[in-house]
């Protein structure tokens, strides 16, 4: 027997019942966005390995053990990308766009070495926006303000919370570093397997800890708060009375931090509790050196990333969109071989006048009676008949499957009905 041929691990398919959530959603995103001037780019999804390694930090879980890296035929290390904003960063100084401040956004998959588990897979989706040449707290509040307006439109803002914290300079961090290493150091052996490996290659991370032991532990740690400059500490009340001026509910979290080496400041996480442990829908922040570091000139940025596969999880959790299909607005069944040029003129037709419009032509050799039922069964909204009958004639038989009526109708009448039902 041959094997079963399977797709690989943590790496899935996308059927029309999932998509037609995706596309909702999709044409909310590009609306909103539209909105706040961000204009759409599209980046590879191969990139050279040492920008991640450059820019995401070696010791961080991203460039240690979840990268899909491999050489090419002239020896090139490159990477599937784990992430959208390296690559952006890249184009924008590669390309010389960073004579002004400039609002991007990018969707596409992006590839990690996890284990796979709900609302986690080895290939996901992403929906990246950055902003590159504003330092103020503004534009923190607009990246805020406009993820809001997402929820909204979407229709689950009631379901998610707002998280945010300031990790300040990299430089505040190396004193707390210290602090918080001396702190975990003397109480090592109650930290989990994964804690104690991340005590001394990125102790930041198990400030986020899942582990509820962990989170009791650092009740008693030092806070990162306390080791904020003036001007960083600044930044983020002036945002935070910003939000509250605006009418942004949010939650401060002290321990909150992103995995990712090029942050600073101002960090994000918009999340629900009807997820489980995979909670996180959006998350960003600041990232004030990282094109600097990356070889262009130091620019101000911020930018966050949206998990498409999550909030489609969420929206189909909360039952707030209809998943059912309508394959076809007009059905088209013609009666006889001599009568399937007839059918396939007037769909030309019909599309000429209605190019929304989805029409189908049942090709299949079945009894009229099967015809119907497949009519009904893609839930088209009317269906065409056309027979020797309605060619001699001149007229076609029509029926309206919502209203549950038939009409016999000459072509310009069955347009202008057809303008009347899909108006």
Known sequence: MNKEIKSIRGMYDYFPKDLKIWNYIEIIFKEVLNSYCYLEIRLPILEKTEIFKRAIGNVTDVVEKEMYSFNDRKGNNLTLRPEGTVGCVRAIIQNN???????????GPMFRYERPQK?????????GAEVFGLETEDIDLEIIILTNRLWKRIGIDSFITLEVNSIGSKIDRVQYKKELVNFLKKREYLLDEDCKRRLYTNPLRILDSKNQDIQNLLKEAPLLSEYISFSENNH??????????HGIKYKCNPHL???LDYYNSTVFEWKSNKLGAQNTICAGGRYDSLVQEMGGRKTPAIGFAIGIERLVLLVKSLKIFSEVIEESNVYIIFIGDNNKCHAINLSEEIRDLYPKLRIFINFLHQNLTKKIKNAISSLARIIILIGDNEIK????????LKEKKEYH???????LKIQEIFK
């Open 97 to 107: 766009l960073l004579q002004k401040s400039n609002k991007f956004w990018y969707l």
């Open 119 to 127: 609302g986690r897979y080895r290939q996901f989706y992403q929906l």
């Open 236 to 245: 983020f009340k002036n945002l935070c009375n910003m939000m509250n001026h």
């Open 257 to 259: 931090v992103r995995g």
């Open 393 to 400: 004639k001149g007229f076609f038989l029509v029926k309206d």
């Open 409 to 415: 109708l000459l072509k310009k009448e069955l347009i």
